[in-house]
C-alpha cells in the first residue's frame, strides 16, 4: 500500500508491543568491533550527562537479551521495536562491514521470532557513527547516502525474516535538540545546521526507503514521529507565534515533505538554499504507515535565549506531571492523533508511548508503579475514543521494555515495563507490566485492517 490509500486488505489483530533502542539498552559499547557513536563522544562530555552516566553497559541488553525475550514472551508482547546501532554493523559508518555486529542482530531477531513475536527495526535512534560525524553528520548532504547504503546492508542481511522497517526515530527530536536547543548529540546550537540536518535526514529517508523496498518482499515501510500538540504557554501572541513556530519544527518538518512533498509554510522560506530541483520526489516516496510517539503537549513561550526565539513554558498549575516534568493530558493524545490522521490519511501505529516515574522495588520483589497504570490505562483510552471517530490506529507500543539509559537524564528516570537493578541487572517485571499482559489479553479479538 502507498502514502494515502486506504487498505482494502484483510482484517487482521491491533498489534500490541514494546520499543527500546540500542544505545538506550544494548551496551557492550566496545565489543565485538562495535565503532563508536556520537552518543559515546557526547556523554563523557563533562556536565552533559546527569551523573555522568553513559550507555556502555545500560542494560547489558547485548549479552541478556534471551530473557529480555523471554519475558516480553511471559507477558504476550506481540511486537519487539528495537533499533540497529548503525556502528555496530559499520564502525566507521560505512566502507567494512562488521560481521560480529550483523551477527548480534541476527541472534536477536531469531530468538524474537521463536518467541512468537514480532520483530519491528528501527534503522536509526540517534547514535549516528563519530566518524562520519567527523565528516559533518547530518549538516553533510552525503549523509542521506551513506544512510542509505547502511539501510541497504541492514536489508539485505535481515529482509528474509524482518518485514516492518522504520528508517528514523523521532527525527524532529534528535535535529532540534543536537543541532539548535542544545542537550544532545551532536551539541550544535546552529539555526543554520538545523535546517541543514532536517534535509538531509529528510533526504536520507527517501533513499532508505527506496532501498529497504528494493530488497525486502512485502517489506512494510514507515518513519516514526514525535508529534506532541504545541501550545502558547500564555495568550500573548508572541507566545502563539513561538508556539506557531515550534509546530513546524516538531511536528511537521519531516512529515510534511515525507507525505506532502513540501516543507511546512513557517520553515519553508529558511529551507529554500538548501533545496535542489527534485529534491522533494526523493524525499516522498511511498510508505505504509505513520509511527506516532506521543507523550505530553508541550507549553511554548517566546524567548531570545536560542536562535529559534522561543522555549518550553510551564503547562497550567493543576495539571500532573511525570518526574520528567511532563505534563499529563491524555486527550492531547487523542487531538494528534486525529490531526495527524486528517493531515496525512495513513494508518497509524503508536510506535511510543509512556511515563516516567520513581519506581522502587519492595523486598520481596515487587514494583507497584499505579501512576504508570494510571497513565497507561488513560492515554490508551484516549487512544481508543480517537479510534471510535474514525482515526485509523493499527497498533501501540509502550516505550519502554526496560528501565534504560535516558539521554541526558541518564539512569535517572524509568521508564521501563521491567524494572532494572543496574548494579546486578537484575530484571523485575513492574505491576504495569502485567496490567499491559491484561489489556493485551483482553483485545485479542480487536480487529483492524493489515498494512
Ligand atoms: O527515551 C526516549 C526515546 O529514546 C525517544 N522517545 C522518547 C523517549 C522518552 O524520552
Known sequence: ??????????????????????????????????????????????????????????????????????????????????????????????????????????????????????????????????SLQDKGGWTNRDCAQWFADYANVVAHRYGDRVKRFATFNEPSVFTLFGFCLGGQAPGIVDRSMLLRAIHHVNLGHGAAVDRLRASVKKASLGAIHNCQPCRPATEKPEDRVAAETLDAYWNLAFPDPQFRGVYPPAIAGLMTPHLKPDDFEHICRPVDWFGLNHYSPVYVVASNNNPLGLWFGSAPADVPRSTMGWPVEPDAFREILTTMHKRYGVPIYVTENGTAYADKPTPDGKVPDEPRISYLTAYTAAMFDAIATGVDVRGYFVWALLDNFEWSSGYSERFGLVYVDYPTQRRLPKESFRWFADQIKGHSALSVPTV
Not at 557492550?28 to 546527569?50: C, F, N, Q, V
Not at 552516566?53 to 545500560?58: H, Y
Not at 523471554?70 to 521495536?81: D, K, P, S
Request: proline share 5%.
Open 1 to 130: 500500500m502507498t502514502a494515502g490509500r486506504a487498505s482494502a486488505k484483510a482484517p487482521s489483530r491491533f498489534t500490541w508491543g514494546v520499543a527500546t533502542s540500542s544505545y538506550q539498552v544494548e551496551g557492550a559499547a566496545h565489543e565485538d568491533g562495535r565503532g563508536l557513536s556520537i552518543w559515546d563522544t557526547y556523554s563523557r562530555l563533562p556536565g552533559k550527562i546527569k551523573n555522568g552516566d553513559t550507555g556502555d553497559v545500560a542494560c547489558d541488553h547485548y549479552h541478556r537479551y534471551r530473557e529480555d525475550v523471554a519475558l516480553m514472551r511471559e507477558f504476550g508482547v506481540e511486537a519487539y521495536r528495537f533499533s540497529v546501532a548503525w556502528p555496530r554493523i559499520l564502525p566507521e559508518g560505512r566502507g567494512a562491514i562488521n560481521e560480529a555486529g550483523l551477527a548480534f542482530y541476527d541472534r536477536l531477531i531469531d530468538a524474537v521470532i521463536a518467541a512468537g513475536i514480532e520483530p519491528w527495526l528501527c534503522l536509526y535512534h540517534w547514535d549516528l557513527p563519530q
